[in-house]
């Protein structure tokens, strides 16, 4: 009989009762704090006596109160208990007895033990050492099906597990070979032909074939609404296998952004008969190509292995271990050992940073070109008051991002004019009005009184990341009269199209880098903006992507997509808030650090060094 969580309700129940002293209590009232039968209350009773928790004297008849002494004390039982579940592994099983149960000492107390687990361990496995990468992370996976990925952190773990036929080098700017050895275009880049690599295997060990390359990019184009990142592929007139290791694609009009479009992981390769298996499987412990495999999945703790037959060559680490830590706070854990790495996205312990501001020379910092831009995306195809442009730019006026950046603090690095946080090519604000509000400002009575806004609520939804942002601007927007009725929905529901344009309007952040397709995908895919343009912005954004797709420069490519920016900010279709920091501090014997486009470590390039320098 599971003992520990009836002791736990009685020490919660009874807080005021001191350890060790007797108090009067009835089988009616346990039965009512247990949930059970008179009956069942005498069988746990029993069995807590047994073990010593607590000494029990029955009552003289029925109704009577029995004198009840608890023995144990309630959070050395709780550490324990949730000691024992994370080391099997019931990782979130551990977390929800915690949050239950646990105060504030108890949970610092979990946290110091944690804190000697994470970072890198090696540990002896046969005759063999093996390097051990531990990280806490304070978000769920949504999915680890490519074609379904929305989140930065799921594309960023599906980066590790699968490959596209080509990819594309940030640093370098340019597409280098990936599945693909080569390729050439043809007819003004309206067809394409590319040449498979002999030897590549999915993890499950079939070798890849240019049928897995048909099947995952008509998986995608077949069925838009439901892979929202279809929409790359929607230009595909046809595509064939020439033989086994060539493929070909015919497009219906020149697309010089095909191949950045192939590099993204919606159009990762994933193996057709582990799919049409079981793709509710795939989606959870999914079969790719990547230099690691998923060895195992739970809502609490997610693990990879290298994969041995790698056609690029094993990783340097052997295990990576993701402790899915949702119900922690982020920043608690304390830092290990100097061998640790963390990425920041506000999840940095306080050890690096302070290292860095002292300067320490044992520690090194990343500072990454990526940075999370947050968003308020207002839904026009939905009636409300703010379908009228006077109520968006009334709110723009409102929120000054530097008294939210002053006062909520955190990652919250400068305030945001456009999606880059500085000037890169993709233009800046061209009129007095895009200039960010600083407050008070009397144009913003004026403006609610042209928007003929009434009393109607703004309905605002939220994820759980941007929930303390949402919650400032409705206590900003009440200062002015105008309520904001705020919604927190699960990041699970965020990547349904169905399910936010019940709203006025989406907070969120995306991380973009210097990525031209990225940006792309906000504008067309319908999970991002698409879904939400007025018929007027919609025709505007699809003629304009479709000079951006003929366009084979990318400088007059950037010119577009900075006429297209700039169109949202004149009409305040999206009002941007502020830029989050990404960076990354680690130790100098980790060697291979490296910031990915979605402002993660790529571990396959971690290694680390023997001795400190």
């Not at 439901?226 to 070909?248: N, P």
Request: aromatic residues 10%; glycine residues 8%.
């Amino acid at each position: 009989m599971q003992t520990v969580l009836p002791y736990l309700e009685l020490r919660r129940t009874f807080r005021e009762q001191d350890t060790g002293a007797p108090f009067p209590v009835t089988v009616d009232r346990l039965a009512g704090i247990w949930h059970c039968t008179p009956r069942y209350v005498k069988a746990i009773v029993r069995t807590l006596s047994e073990q010593g928790w607590i000494v029990w004297q029955p009552g003289r008849g029925r109704g009577h109160s029995s004198t009840l002494t608890l023995r144990m004390d309630a959070d050395d039982l709780l550490l324990q208990e949730v000691r024992r579940r994370m080391e099997q592994g019931e990782v979130q099983e551990a977390m929800e007895l915690l949050n239950r149960f646990g105060g504030p000492v108890v949970k610092d107390r979990f946290l110091d033990w944690m804190s000697e687990g994470i970072g890198f361990s090696t540990q002896q496995a046969s005759d063999t050492v093996q390097e051990t990468l531990r990280l806490p992370v304070y978000r769920s996976i949504t999915t680890l099906d490519p074609g379904l990925v929305y989140y930065a952190f799921d594309c960023h773990l599906a980066r590790q597990v699968f490959h596209t036929l080509v990819e594309y080098d940030d640093l370098q700017g340019k597409v280098l070979p990936c599945i693909a050895h080569s390729w050439e275009s043809r007819c003004g880049a309206a067809e394409w032909i590319f040449h498979l690599r002999k030897g590549v295997l999915f993890h499950h060990g079939r070798e890849l074939t240019a049928d897995d390359v048909l099947y995952s990019l008509n998986r995608l184009r077949k069925d838009p609404a439901r892979f929202a990142g279809g929409w790359r592929f929607q230009g595909i007139s046809h595509l064939e296998a020439l033989d086994r290791k060539t493929v070909r694609i015919r497009l219906r009009e020149p697309n010089h952004l095909l191949l950045r479009f192939l590099s993204t992981i919606p159009a990762a390769i994933v193996p057709a008969d582990v799919v049409e298996r079981d793709e509710a499987g795939f989606a959870r412990v999914p079969v790719g190509t990547g230099p690691f495999r998923v060895v195992s999945r739970s809502e609490g703790r997610c693990v990879l292995e290298a994969f041995p037959a790698h056609f690029r060559g094993r990783a340097h680490l052997d295990r990576v271990e993701l402790l899915i830590l949702a119900g922690l706070a982020a920043g608690r854990l304390k830092e290990p050992d100097w061998t640790s790495i963390m990425t920041s996205h506000g999840e940095t312990s306080s050890a690096p940073r302070e290292a860095l501001v002292s300067g320490n020379r044992d520690w090194n910092s990343v500072e990454t070109r990526f940075t999370c831009c947050s968003l308020l995306v207002f839904n026009q195809a939905k009636p409300g008051p703010h379908r009228h442009p006077a109520f968006r730019k009334a709110l723009h006026l409102m929120l000054d991002r530097e008294a939210l950046i002053a006062e909520l603090g955190g990652d919250r690095l400068c305030p945001a004019r456009g999606f880059h946080p500085m000037p890169s090519g993709y233009g800046q604000p061209s009129s007095a009005q895009n200039a960010l509000p600083r407050s008070p400002n009397p144009d913003i009575a004026a403006l609610l009184q042209q928007s003929g806004c009434q009393d109607e609520p703004l309905k605002l939804v939220s994820n759980p990341y941007h929930e303390e942002d949402a919650r400032w601007m409705a206590r900003r927007a009440a200062s002015y009269g105008v309520r904001v009725e705020v919604t927190v929905r699960s990041t699970a529901e965020w990547g349904d199209a169905d399910f936010p344009v019940a709203y006025d309007c989406q907070l969120y952040g995306v991380v973009l880098g210097g990525d031209e397709v990225r940006e792309l995908e906000l504008y067309l895919q319908p999970n991002f903006f698409a879904a939400l343009w007025d018929p007027e912005t919609a025709e505007a954004v699809r003629q304009e992507a479709d000079e951006i797709f003929r366009e084979a420069a990318e400088d007059r490519r950037r010119e577009r997509l900075a006429k297209l920016e700039e169109r949202i900010r004149e009409t305040h279709a999206v009002l941007f808030l502020v830029h989050k920091s990404t960076n990354t501090a680690y130790h100098q014997s980790v060697r291979g650090v490296r910031v990915n486009s979605y402002g993660w470590v790529d571990f396959d390039r971690i290694w680390f060094h023997g001795e400190p320098e």
